[in-house]
């Protein structure tokens, strides 16, 4: 949880480095909103990294990447359930292909790797940390009036503040894990950075502009990034199934674009 506190305290000290007179004038235009900041940083940023980063320790890499797919899912049902969005035959045939691409890349296109599959307590808080990611993205619809500058600013204070508590428990147990190295450091500067400030932002400004069910969807690219990045960083060999996995996630989300299925942007 010190990667988690430290990355959104980074990007609060981006607002106060880069954009000071902007951040601090609308004080009073966020500052009664703090509860929805602090909820909201809650769910969607800490309590996701908590149980994510908890969960990966019990669970497998494979596990871990085919359970977040299910965000999609579920941003979908609760779309249905909250705000009335219907998805027709070729809505759930756009989100069955990025599912299957999912699949393919995590698994390695190996049949072998998905029967030997076991579930534990770790897929449990997997499964549970999507569902609080796919609540996040679905109550993004009810923000509060704010430029969006100022409403990143306040969910990033909200999850920096609801990340204390749980840093307090690891420092008491002993299992806080400062960044003093030069390489921790880096990496933390860069969660900060590119995962926290640009791709958050990014994805708040997402959900406004084409509504969470359709904002949802584009998860499921994720595993496929991270497979691509592993290709190009760590000098994986590319195959065939990155490929397959890459056309069936994106085709999928052509084909829901292209048809208009996931309700109206917000």
């Known amino acids: ?21 902007q951040t601090f004038g609308e004080w009073r235009a966020i500052a009664p909103h703090w509860r929805f900041g602090l909820i909201m940083g809650f769910i969607g940023y800490t309590a996701f990294a908590a ?5 990966g320790h019990y669970t497998t890499a494979v596990n871990l990447a085919l359970l977040q797919g299910s965000i999609p899912i579920f941003v979908f049902i609760g779309a249905f359930l909250l705000y009335g969005t219907r998805m027709d035959a070729v809505a759930i045939f756009g989100v069955l ?11 390695k296109a190996d049949l072998a790797i998905l029967l030997g599959l076991r579930f534990n307590f770790g897929d449990v808080l997997i499964v549970a ?16 009036p ?11 204070f909200g999850a920096f503040v609801s990340s204390l508590p749980l840093v307090a428990i690891e420092i008491a147990l002993g299992k806080a894990q400062w960044p003093f190295s030069w390489l921790a450091l880096g990496i933390t500067l860069f969660v900060g950075l590119f995962p926290s400030f640009v791709a ?3 994805f708040i400004r997402g959900v406004e502009l084409i509504g969470p069910g359709r904002a ?5 690219l994720v595993p496929v990034f991270g497979a691509l990045f592993s290709v190009a960083i760590l ?12 056309m069936l996630v994106v085709g999928g989300i052509l084909i829901a674009e292209r048809k208009a299925i996931f309700g109206r942007a917000t």
Do not use: D
């Open 1 to 21: 949880m010190v990667l988690t506190s430290l990355r959104w305290l980074f990007v609060l000290a981006c607002f106060g480095l880069f954009t000071p007179k």
């Open 51 to 55: 149980s994510l980063y908890v969960g």
């Open 97 to 107: 292909l990025t599912v299957i691409g999912v699949v393919i890349v995590t698994s």
């Open 129 to 144: 940390a999507s569902a609080c990611y796919a609540a996040y993205t679905l109550f993004l619809r009810k923000r509060p």
């Open 146 to 156: 704010l430029s969006p500058q100022a409403m990143f600013a306040l969910l990033a």
């Open 200 to 202: 958050q932002r990014s």
């Open 216 to 220: 949802g969807l584009f998860v499921n």
């Open 235 to 246: 000098g994986e060999a590319f195959g065939l199934y990155h490929a397959i996995a890459l």
